[in-house]
Each structure stands twice: as structure tokens, then as C-alpha cells.
Nanobody
Framework: QVQLVESGGGLVQAGGSLRLSCAASGRTFTTGAMAWFRQAPGKERTFVAHIRGSGDIPYYTDSVKGRFTISRDNAKNTVYLQMNSLKPDDTAVYYC????????????????????WGRGTQVTVSS
């Protein structure tokens, strides 16, 4: 059974930092991709960042470029999201997503491109 478990969320002041982790079990995703999405209260889930199995070619939504960094440790089957210079608008539940195979027909920012999801971790940024 595949499981994705997020951790590292919490309450932080604006300008602060948090590091989210997502540990995968049940299978590896070294030939696929992992990503982070987020859902703010009353809003739809949106794409944040994506990274392939090789660890190169990260993608970010425009609002987090220069502030967030996605990385992965394939030996630990874990993906990370380092979040710096946090803003109140970053407040959301952050979800980890993964797919074992990445193909040219898949779209990085589309939820349907990913087969497995974690339960989420709350990030709250106070002003």
C-alpha cells in the first residue's frame, strides 16, 4: 500500500521559514515525479512545485519562485519543500503528490497527473 506522509507544517510569522517533508512508502518514485499542492480556505487546490525522479528540472508556480525550493532524497524516498520569506497568502493545507511514471502527455500543474496523495499538513503564516 502506497502512503505519502507530510510533516513540518505549523504556525510562523510573515518573513519566516518552514521546511515540509513528504515521506513515501510502499513504492519508489525515482522514475516518476513528486509535487506539492496547496489549498487555502475556501479555495481550490493549486499547484506549488514539482520535481522529477532525477531531481532536476524543478517547476514552481510564479508566486513562490525565488522563495520556495523543492528537493528530493531518493535514498529516503522523500521530497522536501523549503519555504522562505513566507507571506500570509501562503497560508494553506499543503499536500504532497506523486506519480511513478512521468510522460510527455502529463501536465506539471494538473492534479490528475499524480496518482498518490498525502493527507496534508497545515501551514499558517501570521502577519
Amino acid at each position: 500500500q502506497v502512503q505519502l506522509v507530510e510533516s513540518g507544517g505549523g504556525l510562523v510569522q510573515a518573513g519566516g521559514s518552514l521546511r515540509l517533508s513528504c515521506a513515501a512508502s510502499g513504492r519508489t518514485f525515482t522514475t516518476g515525479a513528486m509535487a506539492w499542492f496547496r489549498q487555502a480556505p475556501g479555495k481550490e487546490r493549486t499547484f506549488v512545485a514539482h520535481i522529477r525522479g532525477s531531481g532536476d528540472i524543478p517547476y514552481y508556480t510564479d508566486s513562490v519562485k525565488g522563495r520556495f525550493t523543492i528537493s528530493r532524497d531518493n535514498a529516503k524516498n522523500t521530497v522536501y519543500l523549503q519555504m522562505n520569506s513566507l507571506k500570509p497568502d501562503d497560508t494553506a493545507v499543503y499536500y504532497c503528490a506523486a506519480t511513478p511514471v512521468w510522460g510527455l502527455t502529463k501536465i506539471v500543474a494538473r492534479s490528475r497527473s499524480y496518482d498518490y496523495w498525502g493527507r496534508g499538513t497545515q501551514v499558517t503564516v501570521s502577519s
